[in-house]
């Protein structure tokens, strides 16, 4: 008997239960850390059984390497979506709002520090950040090179290229504020972000 073809509707179940249990999870690993968080407390959270869990990721470690993956495809579309400095800044200051509030669709600023501390241990969770952190680098890179007329910023790449190493210590700085000072004056770091911004990308 030939197996029944996977339909549509299945494939959206599937992604819906792979996208539950990665949002379990984060949880999990924000509230007890990575190595406390269980297989079982996940599921447990997800609201499904330990076996079902297993069905889509063998480990732990194999839902970190999922989240990597999903953070990639989001930090890549934030980039294709900028055209000038404001869209940057604004985009920097929606990121740092949705870490200081906890916003589920985002990697937790605390969970992106737990999975850099993992990384010094397990080489794939490694590999996959180095990748990913490289992928994200070359897309602001292209999109500062670019001409201005085609949406970019039209700077030197070789000017570009440390002005990306530049903005990466301030929005990683930024996670960590979010994590440790959630309540800083919005207005002063809105302004602050904004002045950055702008000379980051002047000429």
């Not at 194999?62 to 930090?75: F, G, S, T």
């Not at 934030?78 to 604004?90: E, K, M, Q, Y």
């Not at 290229?161 to 929005?171: N, P, Q």
């Not at 809105?190 to 000379?199: G, K, P, Q, Y």
Request: hydrophobic share 45%; with cysteine.
């Amino acid at each position: 008997m030939s197996p029944r073809p996977v339909s549509s509707k299945d494939t959206q179940r599937a992604e819906e239960q792979r996208e539950r249990i990665l949002c379990a999870a984060q949880q999990c690993f924000i509230r007890y850390g990575f190595h406390a968080a269980s297989m079982a407390s996940i599921a447990e959270t997800a609201r499904m059984s330990p076996g079902l869990v297993y069905r889509y990721f063998e480990n732990k470690s194999a839902i970190v390497l999922a989240i990597v993956e999903r953070q990639l495809r989001e930090r890549r579309a934030h980039v294709a979506r900028l055209h000038s400095s404001a869209d940057l800044s604004a985009s920097i200051l929606a990121t740092f709002e949705k870490w200081r509030t906890g916003d589920p669709t985002v990697v937790n600023p605390a969970l992106l520090l737990e999975m850099s501390a993992e990384a010094t241990r397990d080489p794939q969770i490694a590999e996959a950040l180095r990748s990913s952190d490289e992928q994200v680098f070359a897309d602001l890179r292209s999109w500062m090179v670019r001409g201005i007329e085609d949406g970019g910023m039209g700077l030197p790449p070789d000017v570009a290229e440390r002005r990306v190493i530049l903005l990466e210590f301030v929005v990683y700085g930024l996670a960590v504020i979010a994590a440790r000072q959630p309540g800083r004056a919005p207005e002063a770091l809105r302004e602050t972000i904004e002045a950055f911004v702008n000379r980051l990308l002047a000429p």
